[in-house]
C-alpha cells in the first residue's frame, strides 16, 4: 500500500488552490490546510494593498508550511501554497523532504477571469502579471505533477489524483 503522501498544491493566483486543495484532501483521505492561513497580517496587508510580497517576507510563511508538512510526514495532507519558485518549493523539500507538487496551470486569460469573479480574498488581479512573471514550473529533478485547471473543480481534481497517483512509490 502506499504511504500517504504530503501534497503542495501550487499555482499562481486565480488557479483554484483553495477550492481544489480540500476535494484532493477528502478524495485522498487527508486532512487539508489553508496555506493562506501561514501568512503572518503584514503579508495579508500588503497583498491586499496590490504589493507583492518578496522573499524576506516569504521566507516565514514558507517555514510555516514546511514545518506543517513535516508534521504530516507518513501521514499524509494537502496544503495550498503558491510555491511559484524553484528556491521556495527547494525549502519546503528541505523542511519535508517527501513533499510532491500539484500545479494548478492554466491560461493566463481563464485565470484572470475566474479572479475577477471572485469574492472575499485579498490577492487583487493587478497582482497576476507579477504571479506569472514570478512562475518556475515544476522541473524534472522536482516530484510533482501538472493538472490542467480547465473544467468543473471536482474533475480538476479528478485529474490531480491520477496523475499522483501514476507517480512512482518514493524510495524508503
Known amino acids: 500500500m502506499r504511504t500517504p503522501q504530503v501534497v503542495v498544491v501550487m499555482g499562481v493566483a486565480g488557479t483554484g488552490k483553495t477550492t481544489i486543495g480540500p476535494l484532493l484532501a477528502a478524495r485522498l483521505g487527508v486532512p487539508y490546510a489553508e496555506g493562506d492561513d501561514f501568512h503572518p497580517p503584514a503579508n495579508i496587508a500588503k497583498m491586499s494593498v496590490g504589493t507583492p510580497?518578496?522573499?524576506?517576507?516569504?521566507?516565514?510563511w514558507l517555514d510555516a508550511i514546511g514545518a506543517w508538512a513535516d508534521e504530516r510526514a507518513g501521514l499524509g495532507g494537502v496544503v495550498s501554497c503558491s510555491a511559484l519558485k524553484r528556491a521556495y518549493r527547494d525549502r519546503l523539500r528541505a523542511a519535508a523532504p517527501g513533499v510532491v507538487f500539484v500545479h494548478l496551470a492554466g491560461d493566463r486569460s481563464l485565470i484572470e477571469d475566474r479572479?475577477?469573479?471572485r469574492q472575499g480574498h485579498f490577492m487583487p488581479t493587478a497582482l497576476l502579471d507579477s504571479q506569472f512573471a514570478t512562475l518556475q514550473p515544476l522541473q524534472a529533478d522536482e516530484t510533482g505533477v501538472a493538472v490542467d485547471v480547465s473544467g468543473s473543480p471536482e474533475a480538476i481534481a479528478g485529474r490531480a489524483v491520477t496523475a499522483l497517483a501514476a507517480l512512482p512509490e518514493p524510495a524508503a
Not at 510580497?53 to 521566507?59: K, Q, Y
Open 115 to 117: 479572479m475577477e469573479h
Open 53 to 60: 510580497l518578496d522573499d524576506d517576507d516569504r521566507w516565514p
